[in-house]
C-alpha cells in the first residue's frame, strides 16, 4: 500500500483528498493535519466518515514523527506555505503533490507579482513538474515533485491546447469566460461567501487580474505551435453552485475551417485520453459532478469565424484533488484511473 499523506486535510481539498484515497484500493493514509483542528478525529470535522476514518489530525509541527513511513505527501495549503515543508520531504526522498499555487509557475518573478509573495523555493523550483498529465505525462513519471495545476487553468488549458498545437487561431485574440462554485474559494469564512450573498446571484470577480491568469498563459505558450508568448483576457464569475465549473474559451480562427476539421483536432489529441470526453453537445457542469471528467464542445460562430470552445471539469475534482490524485497515480506506475472510476452524482 501507499501511505499517503495530507497537510491541510479540513480544507474543501484536503477533505476531497482524504475522500478519494479512503476509497483508493492502493493507498492508505499516513497522517492528516490541521493546526485549527489538532487532535480532533476527522469524523468529527466531517460527519460523513464517523466509523469510516477514525484518525485524529495533528498539527502540521508533528509530521516529523509520521514521514518515515510516508510515501507521498499532498500539500493542501493557501500559497506561501508550501515552501517550507516541501523541501522538507524531498530532502527525505518523499514525493510532493503541491495542490497550491506556489510552484505552478515557473518564473519566481512572476509569482512574485501575482501573489505579492516572497517566493522561497527559488533553489528547487525547476524540480517540480507541472501536474497536467494531458499534457506533461512523461515527465511526471520520471518526477517526485508535482505542482497540481489550478482549477480555472485545467479547464482552460485542456480547452484550447488542441487549437493552438495546430496553429489554427489566432493567440491573440483568446478570450477566456469561466464561472466557478464556491468551494473554488475555500472553507474560510468569507462574507461574499455567504449563502445569501451567493444565492440567486451571479458576478464576475478579479476581473483582468485573477492570479491564474500568468499560469494559463505559461502552459499555453509552451504548447503552442510556435512558443511564442501568448497574452489571454480572462474573467472568472461566481455562479450559485457548489462545486464545478464551466469554461466558455473564444478566438479567432486564422482561417476558414469546419466544424469536422476543428473537432478532428480533438479526437487526435485527447482520443486516447481516459479522462476526457469530447462532446458534440454543450458540457454542463451537472455530468462532470463529484468525477475526474473533462468535458469539451466546439463551435464556430460563422459570422465571426471565431473558434468557442466549452469545458466543464468539477472545481474539487479535475480541478484539484481527483487530478492529484491522477498524478499520484502516475507517480507509482498505477493505472491512471484508479480510485477515479466514479461517474457524477445527479442530481
Not at 513511513?69 to 516541501?86: C, E, W
Not at 494531458?134 to 489550478?150: L, Q, S, V
Not at 461567501?193 to 499560469?215: C, D, G, I, M, W
Request: aromatic share 10%; glycine share 8%.
Amino acid at each position: 500500500m501507499i501511505k499517503v499523506g495530507i497537510v491541510g486535510a479540513t480544507g474543501y481539498v484536503g477533505q476531497q483528498l482524504t475522500w478519494l484515497l479512503y476509497h483508493h484500493p492502493k493507498c492508505e493514509i499516513s497522517f492528516l493535519t490541521s493546526n485549527q483542528y489538532s487532535k480532533m478525529n476527522f469524523s468529527k470535522i466531517y460527519g460523513q466518515y464517523k466509523g469510516f476514518i477514525n484518525k485524529k489530525c495533528i498539527k502540521i509541527q508533528e509530521i516529523d514523527d509520521y514521514l518515515d513511513q510516508t510515501d507521498v505527501v499532498f500539500l493542501a495549503l493557501p500559497h506561501g506555505k508550501a515552501f517550507v515543508l516541501a523541501k522538507k520531504c524531498l530532502a527525505k526522498g518523499i514525493k510532493v503533490i503541491d495542490m497550491g499555487a506556489d510552484f505552478r509557475l515557473k518564473d519566481p518573478e512572476i509569482y512574485e507579482k501575482w501573489y505579492q509573495v516572497k517566493h522561497d523555493g527559488v533553489d528547487f523550483i525547476s524540480q517540480a513538474v507541472y501536474g497536467l498529465p494531458e499534457i506533461h505525462r512523461e515527465e511526471i513519471k520520471e518526477a517526485d515533485f508535482i505542482a497540481n495545476p489550478g482549477c480555472y487553468c485545467t479547464a482552460s488549458i485542456l480547452a484550447l491546447i488542441p487549437l493552438l498545437k495546430a496553429g489554427v487561431m489566432d493567440p491573440s485574440s483568446i478570450i477566456i469566460d469561466a464561472a466557478s462554485g464556491v468551494s473554488g474559494s475555500g472553507r474560510s469564512a468569507n462574507t461574499e461567501n455567504l449563502f445569501t450573498e451567493v444565492h440567486e446571484s451571479f458576478k464576475a470577480y478579479k476581473v483582468a487580474s485573477h492570479r491564474h491568469t500568468p499560469e494559463i498563459e505559461q502552459e499555453l505558450s509552451a504548447a503552442s505551435y510556435d512558443k511564442k508568448k501568448i497574452k489571454i483576457t480572462f474573467t472568472p464569475h461566481l455562479a450559485p453552485m457548489n462545486r464545478g465549473i464551466l469554461a466558455t474559451c473564444y478566438g479567432n480562427l486564422e482561417n476558414k475551417q469546419s466544424i469536422e476539421e476543428l473537432y478532428e483536432l480533438y479526437y487526435k489529441e485527447y482520443g486516447e485520453e481516459y479522462f476526457i470526453r469530447i462532446l458534440e453537445d454543450l458540457p454542463e457542469t451537472r455530468w462532470v459532478k463529484g468525477s475526474n471528467f473533462c468535458d469539451i464542445a466546439l463551435r464556430i460562430d460563422e459570422r465571426s469565424n471565431r473558434i468557442i470552445v466549452i469545458s466543464a471539469i468539477d472545481n474539487m475534482g479535475k480541478g484539484a484533488a481527483g487530478q492529484g490524485i491522477q498524478n499520484l497515480n502516475i507517480l507509482f506506475g498505477l493505472k491512471e484511473q484508479e480510485g477515479l472510476e466514479m461517474l457524477a452524482m445527479m442530481p
